[in-house]
């Protein structure tokens, strides 16, 4: 008994010491988080005041620039085509053409076929028949949906707009006429073209 009591208290410093080890590192390492945290936020508001300055910059780039020589510099529309292949197809293979498809190919002001962010309203036309009645359908297609419309060949890029035009036309066969006006949404400017569909 006498034994396990000098034991004990031979033990009895380092049990203390390594307490006291134990609770002055927790201290420490607490710091050196913080201290880790305070250079990851110096480096997130160097970050951020570097793209702040790049921001200033465009602004006064901008501002410098007469609003005249920008809408000159931007490539707006300048003329609209309507492709040769548009006219009525036949989808189900009845022998009933009952599907108008109308290609239409956007130039801008370099005379280059782009897409350009805009709307288009299509309407399809019987001239042989009494102006009242000659107006045979009509389509508007937004923005959000022009944009995804708009395809590729190897010769040339245009929007491919296709309407159901089963319950308009009879089965006989007649001269047509398709219309388009295009809105472009960056200048403002629409212009209309139109293309006979041939029976």
């Known amino acids: 008994m006498r034994r396990k009591a000098v ?8 049990f203390v010491a ?19 945290e305070t250079t990851q936020l110096k480096l997130q508001v160097k970050q951020l005041e570097s793209e702040n300055a790049d921001l200033r ?13 920008r809408a000159e510099l ?17 989808k189900d293979g009845d022998g009933r053409k009952e599907l108008l498809v109308v290609y239409i190919r956007p130039y801008d002001t370099q005379l280059d076929v782009v897409k350009i962010a805009g709307s288009a309203n299509a309407e399809l036309w019987d001239l042989g028949l009494e102006p009242a009645e000659a107006l045979l359908g009509k389509w508007q297609v937004g923005p ?49 073209e139109q293309h006979v569909i041939a029976p």
């Open 7 to 14: 034991f004990i208290l031979c033990m009895f410093p380092f």
């Open 18 to 36: 390594g307490c006291a080890s134990e609770s002055q590192n927790l201290p420490w390492d607490q710091l050196t988080l913080k201290s880790e």
């Open 57 to 69: 910059g465009q602004v006064a780039t901008l501002a410098a620039l007469d609003s005249e020589i």
């Open 74 to 90: 931007l490539s707006g529309l300048r003329k609209i085509e309507i492709g040769r292949r548009s006219g009525l197809y036949d």
């Open 144 to 192: 959000d949906e022009l944009k995804e419309l708009w395809s590729a060949t190897m010769m040339t890029n245009y929007y491919r707009l296709t309407f159901d035009v089963g319950n308009i036309l009879g089965p006989e066969e007649r001269e047509l006429t398709v219309r388009v006006r295009f809105t472009d949404y960056i200048t403002g400017k629409a212009l209309q």
